[in-house]
């Protein structure tokens, strides 16, 4: 088992930043990818990023240029700084992990945290 526990989640007013965390315990090793999911309330699920072990980003196109994963693997920790945040960005973000970037390979998941941005 591998738990996921996310932080870093608040109110922020539009054009500020916040940066996301998700710390990995457990069998971590059997995990090679980590990607942040957002939901919005009435929207289904997105895959926002995604990080590989061996560094490969994905990004979708709607926070390319302004969100950016990375990973501390010395902490098992992987970070979503969000900069220029839009009140579209509202939404409970989640990160999960598994072995490839699209849902159907995640295997586990945290609980969230909420992200909400004022206009």
């Known amino acids: 088992q591998v738990q996921l526990v996310e932080s870093g989640g608040g109110l922020v007013q539009a054009g500020g930043s916040l940066r996301l965390s998700c710390v990995a315990s457990?069998?971590?090793?059997?995990?090679?990818?980590t990607d942040w999911f957002r939901q919005a309330p009435g929207k289904e699920r997105e895959l926002v990023a995604g990080?590989?072990?061996?560094?490969?980003?994905t990004y979708a196109d709607s926070v390319k240029g302004r969100f950016t994963i990375s990973r501390d693997n010395a902490k098992n920790t992987v970070y979503l700084q969000m900069n220029s945040l839009k009140p579209e960005d509202t939404a409970v973000y989640s990160c999960?992990?598994?072995?490839?970037?699209?849902?159907?390979?995640?295997?586990?998941w945290g609980k969230g945290t909420l992200v909400t941005v004022s206009s």
């Open positions: 457990g069998r971590t090793f059997s995990t090679t990818v």
């Open positions: 999960a992990a598994g072995t490839g970037f699209q849902p159907r390979y995640m295997h586990y």
């Open positions: 990080i590989s072990s061996g560094g490969t980003t």
